[in-house]
């Protein structure tokens, strides 16, 4: 049997286009997702001292719930900087910037493990649920703290375990098996690859960090049922997608039925409670080596 080789190349390229396709779903989401990762944010942007006159790089903005937290907090004398391998989300992140007149935003497509800024520049780096997606997150990481000044904080969110994100590893798990895929190797992005015990600490101190602290925060993503889950994850989640690609059209459509039913066990009285846990870690650029 042939191995197939992981292809870091072609799947930043898929990756691309398909949050490129994905991009206004994400957007209409956004009331569900800062519902969903509000708490996690907050605890971001406090753990990294954002605040009045900050300057702040986003990495994989995305809609940029994060970028408009942030901006709220530097205030109009401060300075984010979005960032995002997909052109068409970051125009939904102009428009809805321009529509709250937050003008500290500005947006830039960008590669997250190319980190185009000028060195020791800003005062927090922040990524939320974007470093896991990241083929060489080594590289990412020393990018964002090379933007970083002396003493500034990097944050970034990540999912923990599958164990404790079943609303996510169960469509994975089944997406897996009807594709046959085979498991991701050590090291391969993906949603659960900074998620096990002391992975994020140890990433962050490889790329120089210091002070880490990694802290979990519960964030269970309530809907009325689980179909209004899976909908959800199968409009925005670009991962799912690509997972999915080696199916025909009545596999892909077996899947998700799968997947619906399986996430049935966590409706109850109170609608659909789909089991997730964030973790947030954070660091501080020492300065030079």
């Known amino acids: 049997m042939t191995t197939k080789t992981f292809d870091p190349v072609a799947y930043k390229e898929t990756t691309r286009s398909q949050w490129e396709a994905a991009a ?42 994060q970028t408009f937290a942030a901006a709220r907090r530097v205030g109009p004398t401060g300075r984010v900087l979005a960032t995002d391998i997909s052109e068409n989300l970051l125009a939904h992140l102009d428009q809805d910037a321009a529509a709250a007149g937050l003008t500290s935003i500005t947006t830039r497509v960008m590669d997250g493990e190319q980190i185009d800024t000028e060195a020791g520049y800003f005062d927090a780096v922040i990524s939320r649920v974007g470093l896991i997606y990241f083929p060489d997150q080594q590289r990412a ?28 590893s169960i469509p994975v798990s089944v997406i897996r098996e009807r594709a046959q895929l085979p498991p991701p190797l050590p090291g391969q992005p993906g949603p659960f690859s ?61 899947a998700w039925s799968e997947i619906v039913t399986r996430l049935g066990l966590y409706e109850g009285p109170d609608g659909f409670v789909g089991p997730c846990e964030m973790l947030v870690g954070v660091g501080t650029n020492p300065g030079a080596e």
């Open 24 to 65: 206004g779903a994400w957007h209409d989401w956004g009331p569900v997702i800062e519902a969903w990762l509000g708490e996690s944010t907050d605890l971001m942007l406090d753990l990294t001292d954002v605040g009045p006159g900050g300057r702040v790089l986003d990495v994989a903005a995305g809609a940029g719930g």
């Open 141 to 168: 990481l020393l990018g964002m703290r090379r933007a970083l000044r002396a003493g500034g904080r990097i944050g970034a969110i990540v999912y923990s375990t599958p164990e404790a994100n079943k609303f996510f």
């Open 194 to 254: 900074l998620g096990a015990p002391g992975a994020l600490e140890d990433a962050l101190r490889a790329a120089g960090f210091v002070d880490v602290v990694v802290r979990s925060v519960p964030a269970p993503l309530n809907f009325p049922t689980a179909d209004d889950c899976v909908r959800f994850e199968r409009e925005s989640f670009g991962a799912l997608h690509q997972m999915l690609a080696g199916l025909d059209d009545e596999g892909r459509t077996a």
